[in-house]
């Protein structure tokens, strides 16, 4: 399988990482991303690098994509010296970004008329376990397309599941990201409404980390707190993203609503940027009646 030539779209936080281990697992890699400079650490890494989406697709057989939303994917097919302007009969097009299942299975339509294969596949886990092909890969599409993509998902996840049709790994993936949602979110409120109790920062920390409420995302953003580092891993305007197609995927429950006017609103406020554990800075700077 790894005499499969890839090609990689989107050289963000989290393609990045994901193409080194690739890279580490003997494929040959080709990269494209639409600001240029950012494959220059992967070339030195012995990735190739192509001009267009087009190039990219007509030197690989398996054409993967990493980029920010729906939109930029579907700009990605259809975009002058796009994808769909190349021939990609018998490819495989795998998407890891976080669209949603809809935007999926247009996707998938559009390849199908091109006689290729398409995933979905999305990814849970942040730049920590990209660097360390510890994500967990959520798929969608054909059983047998799973299998023969397989030895891909293992160079870059511990764990790949196929989960059924297009746009099951889609919908997986925002109802992981809604607990994630939910988990900072009560995460920043706990930590601000103990403070306000006079409860030291790092003390409520250190109890919730050492106690049953803790989680690997606890303990990740809790380093970020203490080191004052809000740089994003996983910028604050793709989980505000996430929320909002789980909302258009039905979701509607009695928690979604405010999760989702908190994100927004932060979004607004300027934090999309930062790492979403600015959600606490977001809600710590709310005006003391805003808080009740
Ligand atoms: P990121 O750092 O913001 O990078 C976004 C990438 O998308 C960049 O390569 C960007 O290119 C590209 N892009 C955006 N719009 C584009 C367009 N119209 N045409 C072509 N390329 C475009 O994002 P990320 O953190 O790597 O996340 C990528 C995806 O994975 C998102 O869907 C995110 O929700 C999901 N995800 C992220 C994490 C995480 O922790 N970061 C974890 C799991 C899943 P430029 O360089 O030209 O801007």
């Known amino acids: 399988m790894n005499k499969l030539n890839l090609g990689w779209i989107g050289l963000g936080n989290m393609g990045n990482p994901m193409v080194k281990n690739l890279l580490k697992a003997g494929f040959r890699v080709t990269v494209y991303n639409r600001t240029k400079g950012k494959e220059s650490e992967l070339v030195s890494a012995g990735a190739l690098v192509a001009d267009s989406p087009k190039q990219l697709a007509e030197s690989s057989d398996v054409i993967m994509i990493m980029v920010s939303d729906d939109n930029a994917v579907k700009q990605i097919f ?27 299975r247009e996707l998938a339509a559009l390849c199908q008329k091109e006689n290729a294969g398409f995933m979905d596949a999305p990814v849970s886990g942040s730049v920590k376990p990209a660097q360390d ?7 969608g599409g054909e059983e047998a397309t799973f299998n023969k993509a397989k030895p891909i998902f293992d160079a870059i996840g ?3 599941l196929y989960l059924g049709k297009t746009g099951a790994g889609s919908s997986a993936k925002l109802a992981i990201n809604y607990f994630l949602g939910v988990t900072l979110q009560g995460f920043a409120e706990t930590i601000l409404f103990a403070q306000n109790l006079g409860i030291k920062q790092n003390d409520m920390l250190t109890i ?34 996430d929320l909002k197609l789980a909302h258009e995927q039905g979701l509607n429950t009695p928690l979604l609503s405010p999760l989702l006017n908190s994100y927004q609103d932060a979004l607004k406020a300027g934090y999309g940027e930062d790492d979403v554990i600015a959600i606490l800075n977001y809600l710590a700077a709310l005006p003391a009646s805003s808080k009740k």
Do not use: R, W
């Open 208 to 241: 919730i980390n050492e106690g049953a409420c803790s989680s690997g995302v606890t303990k990740t953003k809790a380093q970020n707190i203490v080191n004052n580092n809000y740089k994003a891993a996983f910028p604050l305007k793709h989980l505000a993203k």
């Open 78 to 104: 259809t975009e002058e010296n796009g994808l769909l302007s190349a021939s990609l009969t018998g490819k495989l097009v795998i998407d890891l970004s976080t669209v949603s299942p809809q935007t999926s």
């Open 133 to 139: 092909a510890q994500l967990i890969i959520m798929t």
């Open 158 to 160: 511990k764990l790949a």
